[in-house]
């Protein structure tokens, strides 16, 4: 699998879409931004754990 983000990089685009007022539920992340889900979930058991770990409830 070819991941192109780092963790801290996950974290830190979560962070950006949820300031720029983007969503951030996994349907609509994994349709709009597959890479980004993909990285999330080698980094991250989950979608959820991606989130907590970027401090989004």
Known sequence: MDIS???DEVINRIKQLQS????ISKK???QQNPEL????L???PSWEHAL??????
């Open 5 to 7: 983000m780092g963790a």
């Open 20 to 23: 720029n007022g983007e969503p």
């Open 28 to 30: 609509q992340v994994k």
């Open 37 to 40: 889900m993909r990285s999330a």
């Open 42 to 44: 080698y980094y991250f």
């Open 52 to 57: 907590k770990n970027a401090d989004i409830s």
